[in-house]
C-alpha cells in the first residue's frame, strides 16, 4: 500500500511538473513545433525570418473558396519571404470532419494547393491548441474558418484579419509588405 501512495505521489509530481512546463507561454511562434498534415513532425522555428499568414481552413465552408486566393497569394509573396500556412480546423459548424488524407486529397485535387498545411487542431476552447493559444492570446480566438493571423519575422503576431477578408484584399496585402519591410 505505500508503495502505491509513494508511486501516485511521484506520478502526481511528474504531472503536475510536466503541466508547469507545457504552461509557459511560448514567447514567439517560432517556439512552438506541429506536425504536417502528413503527419511529420515540424518545429516552426524554421520559419524563422519569414513572415506568415496563418489561417484556419475548413473543406465545407462557405469560405472555403479562399483557398484559391490563398495558393495565388503564395505564389506572389513566397519567393518575397511569406508563408501561407494552412491549419485545418473542425471547430465550426463541423465543416472539416475529414481525415488528414481526405484534406490533403482536397486541397490538392480541388484547389492545387502547393502551401504547406499543417495537422488538424482545435482553435478554441479547453482542446486549443498551443498555436492557436499563441495566436489568440494578443487578438482573440477566431470566430469562424478561414480567420487570418499575420506573423512578423521575428515570430510575433502583427494582425488578425476575420473570415471576410479574401487573401488578395489589398488591406491583407498592405499589412504583409509592411511586415516584409520591417
Not at 520559419?47 to 503564395?74: D, F, H, I, M, P
Not at 491548441?129 to 494578443?138: D, E, N, R, V
Request: aromatic share 10%; glycine share 8%; charged share 20%.
Amino acid at each position: 500500500m505505500f508503495h502505491q501512495i509513494v508511486t501516485s505521489t511521484a506520478a502526481a509530481v511528474l504531472v503536475l511538473g510536466s503541466a508547469t512546463l507545457s504552461a509557459q507561454p511560448a514567447m514567439s511562434f517560432h517556439d512552438l513545433q506541429s506536425k504536417r498534415l502528413d503527419g511529420q513532425p515540424v518545429n516552426l522555428s524554421e520559419y524563422k525570418g519569414k513572415v506568415l499568414l496563418v489561417v484556419n481552413t475548413a473543406s465545407q465552408c462557405g469560405y472555403t473558396r479562399q483557398y484559391e486566393g490563398l495558393e495565388k497569394l503564395w505564389g506572389a509573396y513566397k519567393d518575397k519571404g511569406v508563408v501561407v500556412l494552412g491549419i485545418p480546423s473542425n471547430d465550426f459548424g463541423g465543416q472539416e470532419p475529414g481525415s488528414a488524407e481526405e484534406i490533403a486529397q482536397f486541397c490538392s485535387q480541388r484547389y492545387n494547393v502547393t502551401f504547406p498545411m499543417l495537422e488538424k487542431v482545435h482553435t478554441k476552447g479547453a482542446e486549443q491548441s498551443p498555436i492557436y493559444q499563441f495566436l489568440a492570446s494578443k487578438h482573440g480566438a477566431p470566430k469562424w474558418n478561414f480567420h487570418k493571423y499575420l506573423v512578423g519575422k521575428d515570430g510575433k503576431v502583427l494582425a488578425a484579419f476575420p473570415s471576410k477578408v479574401e487573401p488578395e484584399s489589398a488591406e491583407l496585402k498592405a499589412e504583409i509588405d509592411k511586415a516584409l519591410a520591417e
